[in-house]
């Protein structure tokens, strides 16, 4: 984009004549230059100024979303890109480039003004190597304190041997013991305990029962997903890596992340009937992690193999078989191809379309019991009723999107704000509670089975009336891609969790130079300390479950 280009805006900054904000003329002697994304207007501004641009951007412009950080390093610079929206307005898009020299790579920290930066910022420090001034807790965050250099700098040497310390090995739980002076106990919880969904070490500070302080420690299985796709191509290698993220049943909404950015990138069209069994698929993944969150967090509260965990499993169970029959596979699906999907649907295709109709119909039955068995559960509501309180203004701060933001009655759905697929041709409702507590985020979820069922049998009738001949599953899309050195873009779809959204930045070549993964759970469990302080350990339980992470998706 040029300079003096404009930007739509819904705050007060300065203004043109056509309504539209002039970032440079916002922004005055902080920007250094512009930068061309594809869909969004890029500025560069000193490293000096990193608070002033960005809280002129969140109170004048109107950006109080930032939604993904994204780090790395040229030949001549290292660089962190802040990628912002409005909650408001998620189309209103822009990002905020930050080159610091090589050989002194330090910007001012973005923390103050988005909580959410310092997490990506501990990450952008532990994998690239830029330190940020004044960060609130400038620590590692995936690799261990004693790792050797940052993987992803260009001066990383992946044959050094990484030392680690005796005291790495030490007792694990030492140190859980009363401080006399202010009478607080630490108290390890996890890395592996079933109340952590996941290999999550939280480090808990208790007053008696009452939760003071908690610290998430996360990276447990990093697996550098990130660079197994900067290592692949785009063609063919990359898509079979996003069903890992979220393994347990996100896998064609995380397929479809990828294949969104690339697909902008690449200028791609997909044709419309693949929109729509796209569409389908994409909310059968959503039914599926839903009922399985819905499960594990009864089995959280109801403290026993319960019930409403074995109806919930039941019923993923029978989703799991619909996508099954529709992929070939039942976890890593790997169905979405670049310009559209792998096949059509099975033969005989009215049999399946039945069969799914059959397992939609059961669902208002089955819902009803679950609100009978957890909605209007006594022992329920005093576990999840006003406890882990969200507040929707701390919930923006720490980037939170899906259930939990919708859940603090946060009204940001990407498949109605930003649209794609085939979402903005269906009747459906984006579920919003009000009161950001456990109980809240649990009926956001509930209520989000019946919209996603009702898009997919919206989806059937469409399928089924389909005229033959124009059932084309892919574009012509060219057996190598290779789109232009430096083109970026950022690109996010609505997966179960919140926003996931994929940055891509090529290098000319059939793989990126730049691959980073916007986790909707990592922001979302970023926000753990402000859910869980002054609130009993019990309800830290109850939060942490409340929350629905992955850790393969948080750590990726």
């Not at 560069?44 to 951007?57: G, H, K, Q, S």
């Not at 197994?228 to 896998?251: F, L, N």
């Not at 819902?367 to 329920?380: G, M, P």
């Not at 005229?467 to 430096?486: G, H, M, S, Y």
Request: hydrophobic share 35%.
């Amino acid at each position: 984009m040029a300079p003096g280009s404009t930007l739509e805006s819904r705050g007060t900054g300065t203004r043109d004549s056509a309504g539209e904000i002039d970032l440079e003329s916002l922004l005055g002697d902080a920007v250094l230059g512009r930068d061309d994304h594809e869909n969004a207007p890029a500025v560069v501004i000193r490293p000096d100024e990193v608070r002033d641009v960005l809280a002129t951007l969140r109170d004048e412009a109107g950006f109080d979303h930032c939604s993904c950080v994204t780090a790395q390093q040229y030949p001549d610079r290292f660089e962190t890109i802040y990628h912002l929206k409005s909650y408001a307005d998620p189309m209103r898009e822009v990002s905020v480039v930050v080159p610091t020299p090589v050989d002194d790579p330090v910007s001012e920290s973005a923390a103050p003004v988005y909580r959410t930066a310092e997490w990506h910022e501990r990450e952008a420090y532990d994998l690239v190597g830029i330190e940020y001034e004044d960060h609130p807790d400038p620590r590692r965050i995936l690799l261990p304190e004693t790792w050797q250099g940052h993987p992803l700098s260009r001066s990383y040497d992946q044959e050094q041997p990484q030392v680690v310390t005796l005291s790495e090995h030490a007792n694990p739980i030492a140190g859980d013991e009363h401080d006399a002076a202010s009478e607080t106990m630490f108290l390890n919880i996890g890395p592996h305990h079933p109340s952590t969904h996941g290999v999550l070490h939280v480090k808990a500070v208790l007053d008696g029962e009452t939760v003071v302080d908690v610290d998430p420690d996360i990276g447990y299985i990093h697996r550098c997903e990130e660079q197994m796709c900067q290592q692949s191509t785009y063609r063919y290698q990359i898509m079979p890596y996003p069903d890992r993220w979220d393994w347990v049943s996100s896998g064609l909404l995380n397929e479809w992340a990828y294949a969104r950015a690339a697909e902008d990138l690449a200028d791609i069209e997909v044709p419309e009937y693949a929109q729509v069994i796209r569409t389908m698929g994409a909310e059968l993944s959503r039914l599926a992690s839903h009922f399985i969150a819905v499960g594990t967090y009864a089995l959280d509260i109801v403290g026993e193999f319960c019930a409403a965990f074995q109806y919930a499993i039941r019923d993923r169970e029978l989703v799991l078989d619909v996508l099954e029959e529709l992929t070939g596979q039942r976890m890593m699906f790997n169905y979405f191809r670049l310009g559209g999907v792998a096949w059509d649907l099975p033969e005989p295709r009215g049999e399946f379309i039945a069969g799914v109709r059959d397992v939609l119909d059961s669902f208002p039955a089955k819902i009803d019991e679950y609100h009978e068995l957890l909605v209007t559960n006594e022992i329920f509501q005093r576990r999840c009723v006003d406890t882990g309180v969200l507040a929707s203004d701390a919930a923006k701060r720490y980037g939170c999107t899906g259930p939990v933001a919708r859940g603090s009655g946060i009204d940001y759905d990407l498949r109605r704000d930003d649209p794609y697929g085939y979402y903005s041709n269906l009747e459906w409702d984006v579920v919003i509670e009000p009161d950001g507590d456990n109980y809240s985020r649990l009926l956001v979820r509930l209520r989000e089975i019946e919209e996603s069922a009702k898009i997919v049998d919206q989806c059937l009738d469409l399928l089924e009336d389909w005229p033959e001949d124009e059932r084309a599953i892919q574009r012509n899309v060219p057996r190598t891609l290779k789109p232009d050195a430096d083109a970026e873009i950022y690109r996010a779809v609505e997966g179960a969790k919140g926003e996931l959204g994929i940055y891509i930045r090529a290098d000319g070549t059939d793989a990126p130079a730049r691959f980073k993964i916007r986790s909707p759970c990592f922001s979302n469990l970023s926000a753990l300390p402000e859910i869980a302080r002054g609130e009993y350990v019990a309800d830290l339980i109850a939060s942490i479950g409340s929350l629905d992470c992955i850790m393969g998706e948080v750590d990726r």
